[in-house]
């Protein structure tokens, strides 16, 4: 892939902004892209794997997102919240549920700060595949975190009650 045919002086920022063009689903050319770059002799960035790790997101290409994200330390790149909100969104929309609640748990183990999306994702995952089982222990860290009232919004209301509807049968 070559940014010249994109009419792009190539630079980090040239590449960064080209690999967040692919998020509206070409993200193989936005792996491409992020493939090309040391032959351009640019290391790819947190920016970068995450723009990248968000195209396959937008893609549904979920084991290409936490290939990504898995990639970063060996990279000497830390993740960022915007790392594992893209693959735990990833992993809600097609992966497994496994998958997005190790996110979310490694999101705490490496200091990263679990936002509003990180939760909402989480208990989007949990309610797609029937895990009422872990909607407590996810809410209980949204409230660590100060995300929510003591009050549950309508949709928590929702998920206790599947849940209690599940665990009764």
């Known amino acids: 892939v070559q940014l010249a045919a994109l009419r792009l002086r190539p630079s980090?920022?040239?590449?960064?902004?080209?690999?967040?063009?692919?998020?509206?689903?070409?993200?193989?050319?936005?792996?491409?892209?992020?493939?090309?770059?040391?032959?351009?002799?640019?290391?790819?960035?947190?920016?970068?794997l995450n723009a990248a790790t968000s195209s396959c997101e937008k893609a549904s290409c979920w084991k290409e997102a936490l290939s990504l994200l898995t990639r970063m330390p060996s990279m000497q790149l830390v993740p960022d919240t915007i790392s594992y909100?893209?693959?735990?969104?990833?992993c809600e929309q097609a992966g497994p549920l496994r998958a997005t609640l190790s996110l979310l748990n490694d999101m705490f183990l490496e200091r990263a700060q679990p936002d509003a999306i990180s939760f909402t994702a989480t208990l989007r995952a949990c309610e797609k595949h029937g895990e009422w089982k872990s909607v407590p222990e996810v809410i209980?860290?949204?409230?660590?975190?100060?995300?929510?009232?003591?009050?549950?919004?309508?949709?928590?209301?929702?998920?206790?009650?599947?849940q209690s509807s599940w665990l009764l049968t």
């Open 85 to 90: 909100n893209a693959a735990i969104s990833s």
């Open 140 to 162: 209980s860290k949204m409230r660590q975190r100060c995300l929510i009232e003591r009050r549950p919004s309508r949709r928590l209301e929702t998920l206790f009650s599947k």
């Open 12 to 48: 980090e920022i040239s590449f960064n902004a080209a690999i967040s063009a692919c998020e509206s689903g070409q993200w193989e050319f936005a792996l491409g892209l992020l493939r090309s770059m040391p032959e351009s002799r640019f290391a790819p960035n947190v920016i970068s």
